[in-house]
């Protein structure tokens, strides 16, 4: 090989040389902005699911409680409705805004004591001696006799809410009235001391009462749970549960609450008139 040709492929390999050093060069470019802007994307997507979450339980963290007003029309509409009668003139004057609590508007989240602190508010400056004394006080208070019943769907529920009541139950334990895990025999022992918060579900609370393990002479109010479940339902509309609580609310709740002996509150969101005729 002569110098020319010599020299003319050392410089045809010096220019392959750094065609190959530009190409790679420039795909890494190409993968560098790639990465970057899918860093960008994906931080762009992360701070957005951030402030959706943000604004979701923004949303969330006040729970919009009804008047009192609205708590007994939907309350007299739901019984109309699943028992299939249309009250009179005359017993509708009976039911009053005043049978129903008010809860205070407020952060419903970030707070294991929401409904205990409710609960204060209702019972009024005397909360800690009606539902914090431990102690059967012979004559004036008999054992198995609660000033506060919550009612709800499940047992699972139940405890949720004895879980916001427990600043309350240190001292005296809440009675568990349901029938997940919990015997009867059992229930009616516990029932032998001194209760003044107890939290089930309609049906076991009827039997109880029924066998007279339960009593209902210190009751003042009663939490009916608002909440619904993932399929939708609640203690108004899943079926069985419903006409178990209207059964229990006939029997035993509707007279002290015309006499203005109890008080209720819908523990919740309470959907409209108009919305509870869709269910």
Known sequence: MGTADWTAAVKKRKRQKLSTRKSKAEEQNKNEVKSSSSKIKSQGRKKNEIEAKASK?????????????QQ???FIHQYQSCNGVQLSSLELDSLKEAGFIELCQGPSRNTDSNLGEHMKVAF??????????????????????PALLVISLSAIRSLELLRELRPLTKDCHAAKLFSKHMKVEEQVSMLKNR???ASGTPSRIKKLIDMEALGLSRLAVVVLDMHT????????????????FW???????????????LRICLYG???????GKNK
């Open 57 to 69: 339980e923004q949303r969330n963290d006040t729970v919009q409680f009804a008047t009192a007003f």
């Open 72 to 74: 007994l029309e939907f």
């Open 124 to 145: 009024g400056s005397l909360w800690k001696d009606v539902l914090c004394e431990k102690y059967i006080q012979e004559g004036k208070l008999d054992p198995g006799n």
């Open 195 to 197: 209760v003044n918060v």
């Open 229 to 244: 479940d993932v399929k939708g339902y609640s203690l108004f509309t899943l079926p069985q549960v419903r006409n178990e």
């Open 247 to 261: 059964d229990l609310y006939e029997s035993f709740l509707h007279q002290p609450l015309l006499n203005g002996d």
């Open 269 to 275: 969101p309470v959907p409209s008139v108009s919305e």
